[in-house]
């Protein structure tokens, strides 16, 4: 299959055949799998990924982004207006665990010839769409310096993975020193017990450069629930529960990338949102931004959406490419205070969710997540960690 076209500025049709076609090349269900009820494992062999093929990271093509057929202008302004009058629903347990910086120490390797990037497009404002919630996407690197090498933003990157129709791209970030948080979706095709493989993670990509090198995935977890298509879902495997994926990555000489690059933090069951509300820092490889060879970042006011699986809504220019990154509270380095104090919830740099769909015109520019909750990405983190404590120490 040879399919190239913008994710989000395609039809639902093209994006589904794009799906589809994933789907065909996906792994069978019996080898590598195991279960524990609740949570669904794929350990890829040496000889699975040797078929699979090397990952072609100069024309890796953005993994489709689920896209909501049923989430308009005026329902994303209903929600903004609920969340903030009317107190959400509890998400279960809550919780959350802090983050670590690095050494910052750098092993950059070139994965793909640098991109001149250009655009005949004129400058116009985008600073909301359609559904009237305000954002402001930028570029991550500021012209030479490359920002993305040094953390926070150095603790996320793109993450390859390939199939028979191609190399394709999602986003992803570090939350223990070995283990990385995605989206379900960029990990398994919702509904059919079958994973992808060959993933490799890229922390701090920048324009073909791999400041931290590149590491392969020893396991992949999402919720069983996802795997077999019973996940409760507005819009079945598209805004659904828990599409949430949690990664351990294969050490490098004992070592695993985070001790270098550091990791995010965590928060689960409402912590750091207020009501139904709180403030996001989006950070991904939208392939419709800068050919996705940039890491970009869309910060906006996020609101919990009740009528669709309880996703958290936020305005945002990303397009597919983006899928799996991380949506951040209190994203950066905290300030020294003088005569003041913090916030209710001052932790910083903690994600609460990751990209999971986005709306199906342009003109909308919404995007959505599903929450984060004990019951996936805490439960899929316990047992990873259980099954490879040293990447969690």
Known sequence: MSISIKALKSSAFLGCAIAAGIAAG??????????DGTTTAFTPSAEAERLGGAIDYANAKPAPLPLNRSYSAAQANADMVRALT?????????GSEPGRIGTGEQRPVRLAPALKVTSSERPTPRDYGTSHLPFSTERADLASLK???YFPYSAVGKLFFKEPSGSYVCSAALIKRGVIVTAAHCAAKFGTS????NWTFSPGYSNGVAPYGTWSVAQARVLTSYLNGSDSCSQAGVVCQDDVAIMVLNPQGGRYPGASTGYLGYAYGG?????GITHITQLGYPDDLDNGVYMER???????????????VIGSLMTGGSSGGPWVVNFGQAPVLNGT??????????????????STTDAVKNMGASPFTSGNVQNLLTAECSAYPTACN
Request: aromatic share 10%; glycine share 10%; proline share 6%.
């Open 26 to 35: 996906a792994h069978a269900a019996e080898p590598g799998i195991t279960t």
């Open 86 to 94: 009317v107190p959400s629903r509890p998400l279960g347990p809550s």
């Open 147 to 149: 920002v993305t090498s």
């Open 194 to 197: 079958k994973f992808y493989s």
């Open 271 to 275: 912590v750091a949102f207020t009501g």
């Open 298 to 312: 869309n910060d906006a006011q996020g609101a919990v959406s009740a009528s669709f699986a309880n996703n958290t």
């Open 341 to 358: 104090t913090f916030g209710k919830y001052s932790n910083n740099n903690v994600v609460v969710g990751v990209t999971s769909w986005g």
